[in-house]
């Protein structure tokens, strides 16, 4: 019996998983597909797409969002206009969200305290793509934000990261800097985000509750992309200096006041332990699954086949499941894998990984 036959019977990756997969076709951008790792029958059935989200458009970002109202998968984004998707898992019904004054592609987006917050992924100082405001949120605490829903939703606009280009000379507007958000998490009541290491600007936390940023830590945070919480401290993410492979970091994170007279909040790092797969994964996505549970889903490599009519019906999705033990003394990861199979969409794009966000509800 191998490994993942021995972990199968285990429930700590039973909480469902829904993908959002780019397509190759408008107005379906995107396709959402439901992962049901406690569904029984044959493994191979358990990945279908649910949805077709239409009126999305490429360039999008996705997040689940969460309420007392309930649950909700969120894109935001897109190059040519700002494109709101609310879809609902349990009822399968899609909501337009209000639109951002400006185009974002591909923004940054955190689910924090029953409110989405979208910051621009690559701020410009020129109207139209990423242009300001740079920094919004929407909530979901009285429910769906949707004019469908009969309410008349709105974004609250917020400051600004420091070092985005918020104030420039005229010599600097000329030739304004390239900032770019690389590295981002959500820590107890701040949200933390890093630019590109080569500028080595540090690591900055805004407050949710105080709408204040402050600069926590100088040096970058040492992954790449989102941090997934496993709980209380607990965090993995991809390491930074092998972002295209599955490294994962997993490490303690965690924010405390240095200094009391002045209200100083410095960020701690621990790393307790780095998980390195077998194989290579291009843009690993790294998904929590509960308590000191996580996994990472890839697709295997396509082979370009130009005959269309002969391309497989079949969709591989290969999920990599990890279970952290012992996080106070001796660390153990045990890994299980699961490979699934989906139904091809007909406009499923032919990349690596057409699949662009991981989430667990």
């Not at 998983?17 to 406690?38: F, M, N, T």
């Not at 969200?97 to 910051?119: D, Q, R, W």
């Not at 889903?297 to 591989?316: A, G, Q, T, Y």
Request: aromatic share 10%; charged share 15%.
């Amino acid at each position: 019996m191998s490994r993942g036959d021995a972990l199968g019977s285990s429930s700590e990756f039973d909480k469902p998983i829904y993908l959002v997969a780019e397509q190759g076709d408008e107005p379906s951008a995107y396709s959402v597909i439901k992962i049901d790792a406690a569904a029984g029958g044959d493994k191979s059935l358990r990945a279908r797409t649910v949805a077709d989200l239409h009126n999305t458009q490429q360039g999008m970002s996705f997040v689940a969002a969460h309420s007392e109202h309930g649950s909700w998968i969120v894109g935001i984004g897109g190059r040519q206009y700002g494109c709101t998707i609310i879809f609902d898992p349990t009822t399968r019904e899609t909501f337009r969200g209000p639109g951002t004054a400006f185009p974002k592609h591909e923004p940054v987006l955190i689910s924090h305290g029953g409110e989405v917050y979208v910051i621009s992924r690559r701020p410009q100082v020129v109207p139209y793509l990423d242009f300001e405001p740079w920094f919004q949120s929407l909530s979901f605490n009285n429910g769906v934000p949707s004019i469908d829903c009969g309410v008349v939703p709105s974004w609250s606009f917020l400051p600004p990261p420091p070092f985005f280009p918020c104030v420039l000379d005229p010599y600097e507007f000329a030739s304004p800097p390239k900032i770019t958000v690389t590295s981002y998490a959500s820590v107890g009541s701040h949200i933390l985000l890093s630019p590109q290491p080569e500028l080595k600007l540090g690591t900055y936390g805004f407050h949710v509750v105080e709408k204040t940023w402050e600069k926590v830590c100088d040096e970058n945070l040492p992954f790449a992309g989102q941090a997934v919480p496993l709980g209380g401290s607990l965090f993995a993410a991809c390491q930074y200096s092998n972002p295209l492979t599955a490294t994962a970091l997993v490490f303690h994170m965690y924010l405390a006041v240095q200094n009391t007279a002045v209200n100083t909040t410095r960020l701690t790092i621990q790393e307790i332990h780095t998980v390195v797969s077998k194989e290579a994964i291009p843009q690993p996505l790294f998904c929590p699954l509960g308590k000191d549970s996580f996994c990472s889903i890839r697709l295997p490599p396509l082979n370009p086949i130009h005959d269309k009519s002969n391309r497989p019906n079949m969709v591989h999705i290969i999920s990599t499941n990890f279970q952290i033990e012992n996080t106070e003394a001796t660390i153990q990861v045990k890994e299980h894998i699961h490979t699934y199979k989906c139904r091809r969409q007909f406009g499923l794009m032919d990349s690596a990984m057409p699949v662009v966000a991981a989430l667990s509800m």
